[in-house]
């Protein structure tokens, strides 16, 4: 049987990689969720690839064998890329214009981004409008038509260190995968897309992704992304303070931190005592109040850092949707209160299920917006002619219903939840 061409998502993380894939179907043009599957990383370090051979056979197993199980074929991938040289920039394009604005005014106006002045080893990523300007009329989101003599663009770049892409790009090229379009996005965007409604980007929001070794930041303001952000902290970072601390093995650490810790502690069972053994043979006395203390430390540094780059970036118009979390280190017990009391802001935790990464349902919807703009002219002709090459835009998603997680699950997997097919809105 001849193989069904999927586009996939990957995500290589510090302490796992990630990859979900997507097809359409023969005789229509409906999304069905095909598969995903998860497996431990070796060679990352904070994000950035350091063995791009051990990545490279982490991500051979992980891609040949869903191939293999749904009888498919890779033909086009988004990767996510993590890591502290990922950043934002913002940057004003302007040109002359001699009549009406037209579609060709405005991609040569996106295309005078790359005249930003950015590091000799960073490249520009994406491309993302805030807002444009026909001469001295005010800002408008579309101005394809409108009458004017300037045009001018503010634009949010996303960018990324040159070298960190091109780790990317040949892992995933040598991993055995016959694909011919690969496509590289910051990850905490992709999570950001795949977790934030269209309400809460209009009202002000910041997605928080608690990651294995980083924590990225993206703000939102008046529906727009303004900024993004990698910190050099984590979850592990965590873990790895509570090892020091109490002279344990990681692995004792980590499953202490996650039966016992909290990021804000709580007197009423402060002197509650473990005992630990140690790799020695000896025991270790901790008191719930040492431990609290440990985690809440690091936790208040990783959102004080937090809070300044919201404060950078929203400009003082607040984010009035407050916070939304993602990542293993959202799950911490007390993270709520600690925001609430240390921020001020509400913080809601917006996970998907079986530990999947929480870019995985922005990325795929990025690879399956790219192939549909590669669509033949019938319909279930998935891969057709090549058209030009384009920068995928950000994506409005549609609004979850509120309160309902399942739908929100099933809008991005609704083929591996339910024996539906999800159709693509």
């Given at each position: 049987?001849?193989?069904i061409n999927?586009?996939?998502a990957?995500d290589?993380?510090?302490s796992?990689?990630?990859?979900?894939?997507?097809?359409?179907?023969e005789?229509?043009?409906?999304?069905v969720?095909?598969?995903f599957?998860?497996?431990?990383?070796?060679?990352?370090?904070?994000g950035?690839?350091v063995?791009e051979?051990?990545?490279?056979?982490?991500?051979q197993n992980?891609l040949?064998?869903l191939?293999?199980?749904?009888?498919?074929?890779?033909?086009?991938?988004?990767?996510g890329?993590?890591g502290i040289?990922v950043r934002s920039?913002?940057?004003?394009?302007?040109?002359?214009?001699?009549?009406?604005v037209?579609?060709?005014?405005?991609r040569?106006?996106?295309?005078?981004?790359?005249q930003?002045?950015?590091g000799?080893?960073e490249?520009?990523l994406?491309?993302l409008?805030?807002s444009?300007?026909?001469?001295n009329?005010?800002?408008?989101?579309?101005?394809v038509?409108?009458?004017?003599s300037?045009?001018e663009?503010?634009?949010?770049?996303?960018?990324?260190s040159?070298e960190e892409?091109?780790?990317i790009?040949?892992c995933v090229r040598?991993?055995?995968?016959?694909c011919?379009?690969?496509?590289v996005?910051p990850a905490v965007?992709?999570a950001?897309?795949?977790a934030?409604s269209d309400?809460e980007?209009?009202?002000?929001?910041?997605?928080?992704?608690?990651?294995?070794?980083t924590?990225?930041t993206?703000?939102?303001?008046?529906?727009?992304?303004r900024?993004?952000?990698?910190?050099?902290?984590g979850?592990h970072?965590?873990?790895?303070?509570i090892?020091?601390?109490?002279?344990?093995?990681?692995?004792q650490s980590?499953?202490?931190k996650?039966?016992?810790?909290?990021?804000?502690g709580?007197?009423?069972?402060s002197?509650?005592?473990?005992?630990?053994?140690?790799?020695s043979?000896g025991?270790v006395?901790?008191?719930q109040?040492?431990l609290?203390f440990i985690?809440q430390a690091?936790?208040?540094?990783?959102?004080?850092?937090?809070e300044?780059e919201?404060a950078?970036?929203?400009?003082?118009?607040?984010?009035?949707?407050?916070?939304?979390?993602?990542?293993?280190?959202?799950e911490?017990?007390?993270?709520?209160?600690?925001?609430?009391?240390?921020?001020?802001?509400?913080l809601t935790?917006r996970n998907?299920p079986g530990?999947?990464?929480?870019?995985?349902?922005?990325l795929?919807?990025?690879?399956v917006?790219r192939?549909r703009?590669?669509?033949?002219?019938?319909q279930?002709?998935?891969?057709?002619?090549q058209?030009?090459e384009?920068?995928?835009?950000?994506?409005?998603?549609?609004?979850?219903?509120s309160?309902?997680?399942?739908?929100?699950?099933?809008?991005?997997?609704?083929?591996?939840?339910t024996?539906k097919?999800a159709e693509?809105?």
């Open positions: 049987m001849e193989p999927v586009v996939a990957v290589i993380g510090t796992r990689i990630s990859v979900a894939i997507k097809s359409f179907k005789s229509s043009s409906q999304l969720m095909t598969d599957a998860n497996g431990k990383s070796n060679g990352v370090r904070r950035v690839i063995n051979e051990l990545v490279r056979a982490d991500l992980l040949s064998a191939e293999r199980k749904n009888n498919a074929r890779i033909v086009s991938m988004f990767v890329i993590n040289n920039q913002s940057y004003i394009a302007q040109m002359s214009i001699t009549k009406s037209t579609m060709i005014d405005v040569n106006l996106e295309k005078s981004c790359d930003a002045s950015i000799h080893d490249m520009i994406m491309k409008p805030q444009y300007r026909c001469d009329q005010s800002f408008v989101q579309d101005p038509g409108r009458q004017c300037s045009l663009c503010q634009y949010t770049l996303l960018i990324a040159r892409v091109s780790a790009d040949r040598n991993a055995g995968c016959d011919d379009d690969v496509t996005v965007y992709a950001a897309c795949g934030l309400t980007r209009r009202n002000g929001v910041a997605l928080v992704d608690f990651g294995a070794a924590t990225g993206a703000v939102f303001v008046k529906g727009c992304l900024q993004i952000s990698v910190l050099p902290f979850a970072t965590v873990t790895t303070d090892a020091r601390c109490c002279e344990i093995n990681i692995n980590e499953k202490i996650k039966g016992y810790g909290r990021a804000l709580d007197s009423s069972n002197s509650q005592e473990y005992s630990i053994y140690t790799s043979g025991t006395k901790l008191l109040k040492q609290d985690i690091r936790m208040e540094e990783i959102l004080d850092h937090v300044s919201i950078n970036a929203d400009g003082g118009n607040g984010i009035m949707s407050g916070i939304v979390a993602v990542g293993g280190g959202a911490l017990a007390g993270i709520r209160e600690l925001v609430q009391q240390r921020m001020g802001k509400s935790v998907h530990q999947m990464s929480a870019s995985l349902p922005g795929l919807d990025m690879a917006t192939r703009q590669k669509m033949g002219p019938q279930g002709e998935l891969f057709g002619a058209e030009e384009r920068e995928v835009r950000e994506e409005k998603p549609e609004q979850p219903q309160g309902n997680k399942f739908y929100e699950i099933r809008k991005y997997f609704g083929g591996l939840f024996e097919d693509l809105k």
